[in-house]
């Protein structure tokens, strides 16, 4: 079991740039979460993959982010045309059928916009 | 917006002391969890209960809930320096408790000095 992976860990980037993260949950895991922490905060659920389909979005991702995981495995998160508001870490994790309540957090890509 | 206040938002003991922390939420769940997270890294599951369970131990940790109230505690007992981390309760972002995305609190900061 090679726990959630992130890649990038830190991103630093210019505001108006794109980018994008990449998470690989734990295999066999069927759904897949993205969170966005910044400092002092919890995590704010942004969205959920149930194998390749998104089926919830919260109000937080407005339409620069966007979200896919086209296999069903690995998933995507890209914002385009970062804002400084934007600089936060962002989590992914991911849980199995068998105990779905229970999500395994991976370490998190920091971005910070400047 | 988050359901979960911990409480205090900062705790710092001795080592060898328990520690307490409390989770208050506004909505009806069927679970509730609770999440540690080091400084700057991914959360990391600790202890689930359910809304028919009263208290719950794993280890070191002991997990009340009280649904007629909406709170929940986490008593970690013997308290080492490698607990410092902040502790965040989460709750199903909706009352069907399924794999819903969840939402945490602000945390708790705990210290635990040598």
């Known amino acids: 079991d090679t726990g959630v992976s992130q890649d990038p860990r830190h991103k630093i980037t210019k505001r108006g740039q794109n980018v994008t993260f990449r998470c690989d949950p734990i295999?066999?895991?069927?759904?897949l979460y993205w969170y966005r922490q910044t400092l002092g905060q919890g995590p704010e659920f942004l969205t959920y993959?149930?194998?390749?389909?998104?089926?919830?979005k919260s109000r937080l991702l407005s339409d620069r982010f966007s979200a896919e995981r086209p296999k069903g495995s690995f998933s995507t998160l890209e914002i385009q045309r970062t804002e400084q508001g934007d600089s936060a870490m962002y989590l992914c994790?991911?849980?199995?059928?068998?105990?779905?309540?229970?999500?395994?957090f991976g370490p998190g890509t920091r971005l910070l916009v400047l | 917006s988050q359901q979960g206040e911990e409480d205090p938002q900062a705790l710092s003991i001795q080592e060898g002391e328990n520690a307490t922390m409390n989770c208050s939420y506004k909505?009806?769940?069927?679970?509730l969890q609770w999440y540690r997270q080091n400084s700057g890294r991914g959360l990391v599951h600790l202890i689930l209960?359910?809304?028919?369970?009263r208290e719950k131990h794993s280890g070191r940790l002991r997990v009340t809930l009280d649904t007629s109230k909406k709170s929940s505690s986490l008593l970690i007992t013997a308290s080492r320096a490698a607990d410092t981390a902040s502790y965040f309760c989460?709750?199903?972002?909706?009352?069907?408790?399924?794999?819903?995305?969840?939402?945490f609190g602000k945390g708790t900061h705990l210290i635990i000095q040598p």
């Open positions: 994790a991911s849980s199995w059928l068998g105990s779905q309540e229970t999500q395994y």
């Open positions: 295999s066999e895991h069927n759904r």
């Open positions: 993959f149930q194998n390749e389909a998104q089926l919830e």
């Open positions: 909505t009806s769940i069927n679970n």
């Open positions: 209960i359910r809304s028919n369970e």
């Open positions: 989460a709750t199903p972002m909706y009352s069907g408790g399924g794999a819903d995305g969840l939402t």
